[in-house]
């Protein structure tokens, strides 16, 4: 699924004169760039395909997670609610706060579910953030609605399903504020960073202000001379990146053209076997960088995987995901952290800190061990989607 795959002399090129520029920082040095903004350009391009009023480039998605948190003034005591199947820097951005995840369950799409999400409302709750895993949406009607209902923003962690749509709409462009990532595996990447799009005009402020030392940028002073609007930290992006960014930027559509067609040779090679797909709210709007397939049990997911296997393509089964299930996160569950203040885990603000037990997440477990998730690549030659096709088929055969 990376988008280096789809590197060549356009990369190459935009790399190439930045560095010949010798202009690699995204502010200051205004009197010698004569007029280079690659960061800037790369926020507007990508606020022009989000539709998003803002966009602010980052150093990674997990700072793009970080860095709305502490925008909006998320602390100690607070808690978000997210789910129990992501990527664990979800889980980090909130808890680098100090405030507290809730990991609710997923449903049949493997995101999070609004019903879990529901049930697990308190008081204290400052955003429900569904997560868009594997480049589809999550059922944002739903989550829309529950927002609305108790008055909670939503946010969007789209870090792996940027250039994704639900009924249209560009996934992170839904809540108060959505997440992209651009690391080394995604379908845009640049290496590594991170891009927040939001059209909260007050927001977008203190998040440009905080992911650079609270400076307020200007192009006309020196760097040293402008004004400071908050303490804050370093999340800056650089030209090398910015640059790299305006190039896949414009291959997106591309790449995504690209697995969404090899996707639907192998769906449409293996539609008889009686196979089910993950339930999605917005099938059309994926990106299709997985095949996931839901069968009947657990034990038919084993036989499948095996089949799959001797028929020379491998597959995972999803319970078994240390990366993105919390069921594995050892981590999270000893509060394995370095300070000697250990908010949220001993924390004069949080009451009642989750203990995150393995199969704390009963539904969750139920469908992520049916889940079986072959990975597809932007370029993928015909004997390497016959094989699949071949694997699938075979699984098929060995569990239904
Ligand atoms: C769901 C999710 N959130 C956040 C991140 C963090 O992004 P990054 O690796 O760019 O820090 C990832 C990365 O894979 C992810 O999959």
Redesign the pocket.
């Known amino acids: 699924m990376p988008g280096s795959e789809l590197f060549d002399h356009l990369e190459i090129e935009a790399v190439a004169d930045v560095l010949k520029r010798k202009v690699i920082h995204r502010y200051a040095y205004h009197e010698v760039r004569e007029g280079n903004y690659r960061v800037d350009e790369f926020e507007a391009k990508v606020a022009e395909l989000s539709g998003a009023k803002h966009c602010l480039a980052v150093s ?6 970080y860095v709305p948190f502490k925008a909006m003034g998320i602390c100690p005591g607070d808690e978000i609610i997210t789910s129990s199947f ?2 664990i ?2 889980v980090e ?1 909130i808890l680098e706060c100090g405030a507290v995840p809730i990991l609710g369950d997923v449903d049949e799409s493997l995101n999070l579910s609004p019903e879990s999400a529901e049930d697990l409302i308190t008081e204290h709750t400052k955003a429900i953030m569904p ?3 594997f480049g589809a949406a999550a059922d944002m009607d739903a989550f829309r609605a529950l927002g609305a209902k108790y008055g909670i923003p939503v946010v969007e ?1 789209a ?2 399903a940027m250039g994704g749509t639900y009924n249209g709409k560009a996934l992170g462009t839904m809540g108060l504020w959505g ?1 992209y ?3 080394p ?2 379908l845009l990447t640049v290496g ?3 891009l927040i799009v939001t059209d909260d005009d007050e927001l977008y402020n203190r998040m440009e202000y905080y992911h650079d030392h609270g400076h307020i940028h200007s192009k006309i002073l020196d760097r040293g001379a402008e004004g400071k609007a908050c303490l804050g930290f370093n999340f800056r992006m650089s030209e090398l990146q910015g640059a790299l960014g305006l190039v896949q930027a414009a291959k997106m559509q591309q790449a995504i053209s690209m697995t969404r067609k090899t996707k639907a040779t192998i769906l449409d090679a293996v539609k008889k076997t009686g196979l089910e797909l993950r339930d999605l709210p917005d099938r059309e709007g994926e990106i299709a960088t997985q095949i996931v397939f839901l069968l009947p049990t657990p034990e038919k997911a084993v036989l499948f995987q095996k089949a799959a296997k001797e028929a020379g393509a491998g597959c995972s089964i999803l319970s078994g995901n240390t990366w ?1 299930y919390a069921k594995h996160w050892t981590t999270l569950r000893e509060g394995a952290m370095y300070s000697r203040n250990r908010c949220p885990y001993d924390c004069p603000y949080v009451e009642d800190m989750p203990l995150y037990r393995p199969l704390e997440w009963e539904r969750t477990e139920k469908i992520l061990s049916r889940a079986v998730m072959f990975g597809l690549n932007i370029v993928m030659d015909d004997a390497r989607v016959e094989k699949m096709i071949t694997a699938i088929k075979a699984g098929a055969k060995a569990a239904l």
Request: charge should be negative; hydrophobic fraction near 35%.
């Open positions: 990674s998605g997990t700072a793009a997670l992501t990527f820097a979800t951005a997560v868009h895993m962690d870090c792996q997440s990532s651009l690391d595996n995604k590594e960073g991170g993105h």
